[in-house]
């Protein structure tokens, strides 16, 4: 079982967060309840009526919950790599938390963090792969990082659920799909 950490509680960190935590994981999201999907109306979220953002937001926040993830409110002010993976620091007064991966979702701001940990970030994005890594092995990000100026709760759902399975791949030591059963 892996230790992950998933910086911020939007669409991506929660995605994340829930794929991660249904197979297993030891995961624990770091955000201050504030993703800009709080404020929107979802009508075009495939697969679900129209939504309020704070609604949709709930229910994520249940779904991730229920599965096992724990959500602690606190804004992360640094995260780095170290010899052991990667040092998360939760605030200013508080201890670093050790942990294998980090999924970096907090939004356009959080970009300072995927920089301090030594991450790529070019013409205002993170850089990262197809399935949501980073230039750093074992930091992922996703969400509005990644895409600033074409952000969608979706694309970023979509993101974090790519980081997740990257994750479960590489502990699993094969490739994972995440398909549910009736009997699951």
């Known amino acids: 079982m ?9 669409p991506a960190g929660l995605s994340a967060a829930l794929f991660l935590a249904k197979n297993g994981h030891d995961t624990t999201v770091y955000g201050d309840d504030d993703s800009l ?4 109306e979802l009508h075009n979220y495939l697969g679900r009526p129209d939504a309020d953002g704070t609604a949709f937001m709930d229910t994520a926040r249940q779904q991730a919950t229920d599965a096992g993830a724990t959500l602690v409110s606190s804004t992360v002010v640094a995260v780095d790599e170290d010899d052991e993976g990667f040092a998360v620091t939760p605030d200013e007064d508080a201890a670093p938390v050790q942990v294998d991966y980090v999924v970096i979702a907090g939004g356009k701001e959080s970009q300072s963090l995927a920089a301090r940990a030594g991450a790529e ?3 205002g994005a ?3 792969d197809g399935d949501a890594q980073t230039t750093v092995d074992g930091l992922y990000a996703a969400g509005h990082l990644v895409r600033p100026e074409r952000s969608q709760a979706i ?7 790519a980081a997740a399975i ?10 994972v799909h995440d398909w549910d059963s009736p009997s699951d």
């Open 155 to 161: 694309i970023s759902a979509g993101w974090g659920a």
């Open 126 to 128: 993170v850089v990262v």
């Open 121 to 123: 970030v070019a013409d």
């Open 2 to 10: 892996a230790r992950i950490a998933v910086v911020g509680d939007g």
């Open 37 to 40: 999907v709080e404020f929107a």
């Open 166 to 175: 990257d994750i479960i791949s590489r502990e699993a030591g094969r490739d």
